[in-house]
Each structure stands twice: as C-alpha cells, then as structure tokens.
C-alpha cells in the first residue's frame, strides 16, 4: 500500500496551532491497552481548529477518526493510517447555562467529570453514568447507558462539525437515540459539544446514589482490568453475559485476551493481549454461543484501524 501524504495536514496543523505527534502508540490512549501507532496524532483545542482539520483531511483523502477516553474502541495491531484527532482545550469545558438546569460540555470532557459537576450543583439524572469510563462525545455517539439510564434520557441536543458542510447541531427525534446507536453513529462528524437537561436534587442523594452504582460496578464487573467494558450488546432475548457463562465459557482465553472469570459480559487484557486475541476470542465466543443456544450477539466494541 502506497504512503499517505501528509504534507497539506502537517502544514494545516501548523498554521491553526495544533501539536502533532507521528508515529504515536495508541494503547496507551485505549481502555483496552492494545493497538499500534497511528501516522498522525493531532490535539485540537478549538471548534475553529477541527473545522480547519476536518476540511484539509476530506480534501486530502486522508481517514481520520475522533478519540476521546477510547474506552470502546479496539485498534489493530499494525495501528491507523490516517490521523487521529484529541480533543482538548475548549473541548474538555463543562458549564451550567442560564437556568440552572442544563449542563454544557465539551465532547472530550469525561463522564466522570461531568457526574461531578451535575453533583456538584445539585442536578440529578447523570447518576447511572458515574464510573462509566468514556467521553461525552463517546457516550453521544453509542447512546451509553447502565442500571437503567441512557444518554437518550438526558441530552437536550448535540453539536458537531460536518467535514463537508460546517457547524450543526441535532436535537429531539434528530438525535435518533436507540440501543447504543444516535444519529452520530457510524457518520463523518464529528461531535464537539452536549447540552444536558438536568433535574433539580438533594446534592448528599445524588452523592449517595452514585457511590451506589460505583460499589455495584466494582462488586460485579472487571474495574481493576483493561477491558472495553461490556462487549456484546445486549440480545433480543437473554442476556450477553448470561449466554456467555452458559456456553462454560468464562475464563476462556486467547493469547492474553480473556473471558473475564468476574463477569462473563466482558472480555479483559490479562496482559500483552492483542487486538488479534481479543478479536479471535470474540469470535470464539459468538461461534459457541450462536452454536449453542441459537442466539447471535453483535459487538458492542468499535474496531478500526489495521490488524
């Protein structure tokens, strides 16, 4: 495969002021801990600044992809070739608008911030999202939930930069909110802020409840592993990890990838896994599951760049 030209990006990048890395190790950078470098690593601070990017990488043809906390997404071994994008500086804002009831934050922002802040000033409704280790432009993007919450409940409307066409926005139906899919999911733009439409609550309650969910989190699942969280979304009938366990497949292992022995609905990096561990693991478990009960579970985790 021939090499990409990065000329026109390098120059972009300099003149709009934003620090790039070549050849940058992605693990680090993923909950998985696994996956190779990527050619270009770009922190963008300001809606300006992606603008600038966006358009310079669609006319140069060079892929690209928006990393936030990378707490879903599983990179191939032989890393991305493209350039990938760091949300940082205005993108890592949270703020209470007029009102007193909607939260504004930055698409780099982590959702353990932004739970923070609503308990902070006494906003209720983000509780279910404490612990979940992603981004709010993450948690846009999939619809993210646990213990009976979604994004879909809470986000008012989104901001984002559409490469071909600028700056927009979707709010209500627009969003398309379903199981772990928005609007957003699978497209070419790119998320830059959420607005969250909050409740008024007792600051020790909201405390309380999340603290809750975090003691149920690290009782049940895998919290002290590199994992992508749950792997499999959730089936038609049944449940992924139900399954999983059924099918005596918790512990299974493949290189250093592993069927969690906590929690069979998450695959963990016992370490120096590979993205081709965790991938053949996972097709082991969908082949035996579908073998054995009849059910097909889908991926919940995003895979890209080269295995």
Same mark, same amino acid.
């Given at each position: 495969?021939?090499?990409?030209?990065?000329?026109?990006?390098?120059?972009?990048?300099?003149?709009?002021?934003?620090?790039?890395?070549?050849?940058?190790?992605?693990?680090?950078?993923?909950?998985?801990?696994?996956?190779?470098?990527?050619?270009?690593?770009?922190?963008?601070?300001?809606?300006?600044?992606?603008?600038?990017?966006?358009?310079?990488?669609?006319?140069?043809?060079?892929?690209?992809?928006?990393?936030?906390?990378?707490?879903?997404?599983?990179?191939?071994?032989?890393?991305?070739?493209?350039?990938?994008?760091?949300?940082?500086?205005?993108?890592?804002?949270?703020?209470?608008?007029?009102?007193?009831?909607?939260?504004?934050?930055?698409?780099?922002?982590?959702?353990?911030?932004?739970?923070?802040?609503?308990?902070?000033? $006494?906003? *209720?409704?983000? &509780?279910?999202?404490?612990?979940?280790?992603?981004? +709010? !432009? =993450? /948690?846009?993007?999939?619809?993210?939930?646990?213990?009976?919450?979604?994004?879909?409940?809470?986000?008012?409307?989104?901001?984002?930069?559409?490469?071909?066409?600028?700056?927009?926005?979707?709010?209500?139906?627009?969003?398309?909110?379903?199981?772990?899919?928005?609007?957003?999911?699978?497209?070419?733009?790119?998320?830059?802020?959420?607005?969250?439409?909050?409740?008024?609550?007792?600051?020790?309650?909201?405390?309380?409840?999340?603290?809750?969910?975090?003691?149920?989190?690290?009782?049940?699942?895998?919290?002290?592993?590199?994992?992508?969280?749950?792997?499999?979304?959730?089936?038609?009938?049944?449940? $992924?990890? *139900?399954?999983? &366990?059924?099918?005596?497949?918790?512990?299974?292992? +493949? !290189? =250093? /990838?592993?069927?969690?022995?906590?929690?069979?609905?998450?695959?963990?990096?016992?370490?120096?896994?590979?993205?081709?561990?965790?991938?053949?693991?996972?097709?082991?478990?969908?082949?035996?599951?579908?073998?054995?009960?009849?059910?097909?579970?889908?991926?919940?985790?995003?895979?890209?760049?080269?295995?």
């Amino acid at each position: 495969m021939p090499s990409m030209d990065y000329t026109r990006l390098d120059q972009k990048a300099a003149a709009l002021g934003c620090p790039l890395l070549r050849d940058e190790p992605l693990a680090p950078r993923t909950t998985f801990k696994t996956g190779g470098p990527a050619d270009r690593l770009l922190a963008v601070c300001t809606e300006a600044q992606l603008a600038g990017l966006l358009e310079v990488l669609k006319e140069a043809g060079v892929p690209w992809l928006t990393l936030g906390r990378g707490s879903n997404l599983l990179v191939g071994d032989r890393g991305f070739r493209g350039a990938v994008l760091c949300l940082e500086g205005d993108f890592k804002r949270i703020e209470l608008l007029p009102g007193g009831r909607t939260l504004q934050a930055g698409a780099g922002a982590s959702l353990a911030s932004l739970c923070a802040f609503a308990r902070d000033h $006494a906003l *209720a409704g983000l &509780e279910f999202a404490w612990g979940i280790p992603g981004s +709010v !432009g =993450g /948690a846009v993007y999939m619809n993210a939930g646990a213990y009976g919450g979604e994004m879909k409940d809470v986000v008012l409307r989104a901001q984002h930069v559409d490469p071909c066409s600028g700056p927009g926005e979707y709010q209500g139906d627009e969003l398309g909110f379903s199981y772990r899919r928005s609007a957003y999911t699978g497209g070419g733009k790119s998320i830059t802020f959420a607005q969250f439409q909050l409740a008024p609550g007792a600051r020790e309650e909201i405390a309380a409840r999340m603290e809750e969910l975090m003691a149920r989190r690290k009782e049940k699942q895998p919290y002290d592993m590199p994992s992508a969280g749950s792997t499999f979304k959730r089936p038609k009938t049944g449940y $992924a990890a *139900a399954l999983i &366990e059924q099918c005596g497949l918790k512990g299974r292992a +493949v !290189g =250093g /990838a592993q069927v969690s022995g906590k929690h069979a609905g998450f695959i963990v990096n016992t370490g120096g896994a590979t993205c081709r561990d965790i991938l053949a693991l996972m097709d082991l478990v969908r082949e035996t599951v579908l073998r054995e009960t009849g059910v097909e579970l889908e991926p919940e985790v995003r895979v890209t760049g080269e295995l």
